[in-house]
């Protein structure tokens, strides 16, 4: 299921009960804030404070580098 994303950030508006299984089962550990090109775990207390809107989610952090986004400098030292 999780194919058709590759390489593909999901934003958190996309979330629909498939992706939210993914979530739930941590086979997604990455998100990101889209307006400042920043990723880490979805455990960062940085990334819980982000508004939903910037929020995106990817399965692998190859993805997110691959995409241009640059690690968190708290949850990613």
């Known amino acids: 299921m999780y194919n058709t994303y590759l390489f593909r950030m999901i934003n958190h508006a ?3 009960q498939s992706l939210f299984k993914l979530l739930h089962a941590r086979e997604i550990e990455w998100a990101g804030n889209q307006k400042l ?3 880490g775990t979805l455990r960062c207390q940085s990334g819980k404070r982000m508004k939903n ?3 995106v989610f990817f399965k692998t ?3 997110a580098i691959a995409l241009g ?3 968190c400098k708290k949850c990613m030292k």
């Open 53 to 55: 809107i910037n929020r």
């Open 69 to 71: 986004y640059r690690p």
């Open 14 to 16: 996309e979330i629909n």
């Open 61 to 63: 952090e190859a993805e």
């Open 37 to 39: 090109k920043i990723y």
